[in-house]
Structures are given as structure tokens and as C-alpha cells.
């Protein structure tokens, strides 16, 4: 083995060395689901990741994800959000596409107890439930 050929493994080998915590960080990215948005609550049902982030009084977000935590194309996809109000007051929006995998509605209220958000993906009918203080999901189950 002349000097070239060891450098070349040197090299080699750290390069190796190297990229073991950018895989590992990678994993866990996949193992922990989508990175939440700030304010964001996510739950996941049949293999798709559902995020919701509220804003009072302004526009607010749902997104999906698939089972491998990308981005999941909303075309052919309906919605629709049903809130439970502190008041025992019930409010419905549709849900409007907005870019790739993003739906909006207006939410024109400062809180709520729970929401429903409710989707159709290919046929199949989904539904999970948030809660905007996780202390009342408790009471529910």
C-alpha cells in the first residue's frame, strides 16, 4: 500500500465517520413526524399526519403529511372543521386548498374547546380531534 492508497482510504474513512450523525438526524426526523409550525398541534390517523395551527381572528392552517412525513398533495382531498365553543356554540367551515398540501378557513373567533377536522381522501373518510388546551382532552376520553 503506497501513500496515495492511504490517504485515499483516510479520506475515505472519514467521510464515512462523518455522515453517521447527519443519518442518524435524518431517522429521527422520519421517527418523530413533520416539524410543527409554530403554534401547530399534529395527530396522525390511517397513515396520514394531520397538522392544525390555529390563529384567533385571522386565517388558520391544516396540513397533511404522508406516513413518511412528506408533504401530501390535497388534490381530489375535501374538508371541513367543526369547533366546540366554551359557549356550547358549534361553528363549520369548509376547508379551502391553498397550495400543495395546505388548507385554510377563516377563524374568526380567540378560542374554542375542541375541533374536529374532518376529510375526504380518495373515498375514505377521516376525522381527528384537537384540543386547544390539552388539559380538557383529558375529560374527553
Known amino acids: 500500500?503506497?501513500?496515495?492508497?492511504?490517504?485515499?482510504?483516510?479520506?475515505?474513512?472519514?467521510?464515512?465517520?462523518?455522515?453517521?450523525?447527519?443519518?442518524?438526524?435524518?431517522?429521527e426526523n422520519i421517527l418523530k413526524g413533520p416539524e410543527l409550525l409554530p403554534g401547530g398541534k399534529i395527530d396522525r390517523v390511517k397513515g396520514v399526519y394531520v397538522e392544525f395551527v390555529f390563529t384567533p381572528n385571522d386565517t388558520s392552517h391544516i396540513y397533511l403529511f404522508d406516513s413518511e412525513t412528506k408533504p401530501l398533495n390535497n388534490i381530489g382531498i375535501s374538508g371541513k372543521i367543526v369547533f366546540q365553543?366554551?359557549?356550547?356554540?358549534?361553528?363549520?367551515?369548509?376547508?379551502?386548498?391553498?397550495?400543495?398540501?395546505?388548507?385554510?378557513?377563516k377563524s374568526n373567533f380567540p378560542t374554542y374547546k375542541f375541533c374536529t377536522v374532518y376529510l375526504e381522501i380518495k373515498g375514505e373518510s377521516?376525522?381527528?380531534?384537537?384540543?386547544?388546551?390539552?388539559?380538557?382532552?383529558?375529560?374527553?376520553?
Not at 4 to 27: C, E, G, H, T
Not at 90 to 95: H, I, M, R
Not at 128 to 136: H, K, L, P
Open 85 to 105: 365553543h366554551y359557549d356550547s356554540t358549534v361553528s363549520s367551515y369548509n376547508l379551502i386548498q391553498r397550495n400543495f398540501s395546505e388548507f385554510v378557513f
Open 1 to 27: 500500500m503506497d501513500l496515495s492508497d492511504f490517504k485515499r482510504a483516510y479520506v475515505l474513512l472519514a467521510l464515512s465517520v462523518a455522515s453517521i450523525p447527519l443519518l442518524s438526524a435524518q431517522n
Open 126 to 141: 377521516l376525522s381527528v380531534e384537537f384540543y386547544q388546551n390539552d388539559r380538557y382532552a383529558d375529560l374527553a376520553k
